[in-house]
């Protein structure tokens, strides 16, 4: 029999080379994986969740209400269809609320509760931070950057930000008398402390009209892939976002960030 020809090992080089590709691509697979944790906050749930039947009846009531009136309006959805989507009769709705203004107010206190929970770690860090002394530019950017990422991650695919969504267009189109639940308690408070932070890293008065408009400029950059999806999507022939798109939309809203408070910054050092 001949003999057969032993298969080469790889020269120690090339697979030193070989160790050092893996390597890079599992450390930069895990670099991926611990930043797009940054901005998938602690799932928080709509309405508490109690393990009390009389409790639950009543969250199935408010998930419902916030489908239908997010689908149809606070004038056209009636109670029935609320009952019947939560799988309840209407008396329900009269024992636990009284009546459906009460059932809707119960919906956007929940949906404060809800936003307060996802910025509540970012919120507390960052006024702590705004009142230990003068911070710098740099760190009211940063506060500008972690509030911005934790409502993107709060719209990733399968969220509860999804479920808010037509509650929260609606209110911002056509205030209802109980618009200032969900103001007052909750946006007011959040907008203010990103003003602050805002005010900080370009040199204007956090309370001047300026400053107020700036913040609201630059959450509604992160809001337009939500409120404005549709368009985007279509735009990139998609069918919905992904991580990586949502890495890509983090890192530009960085960008913008650093560009703004360089600028700014630096220009209001001159006046």
Known sequence: MGSVNPIPWPSLPLAHKAFNLASEIIGRSFAFITRLSKFRVVQQELFSISP???????RKLLLAALKKFGEKGYENASVREIAE???????AIAYYFGNKEKLYAGVLEGIGDYLRAVFSKVAEDSRERLQEGSP???????IIKRMMRSLLGEQLEGSEFE?????MLREQAAPSDNFELLYSRTLRPLHEL?????????GDDPASEKAILRTHALFGQVLSFT???ATILR?????????????QIAAILDEH???????????????
């Open 163 to 167: 479920k808010i969504r037509l509650v």
């Open 227 to 229: 409120l404005a999806r």
């Open 52 to 58: 009390k039947k009389g409790e639950q009846a009543r």
């Open 136 to 142: 710098d530019t740099g760190s009211a950017a940063g």
């Open 194 to 202: 990103f003003a602050r932070a805002v005010g900080i890293a370009t």
């Open 85 to 91: 989507e939560a799988g309840q009769n209407v008396a």
């Open 235 to 247: 735009r990139l022939g998609i069918k919905k976002l992904e991580p990586h798109h949502t890495m």
């Open 257 to 271: 960030v650093d560009l703004i408070c360089e600028g700014l910054g630096t220009k209001g050092m001159g006046r």
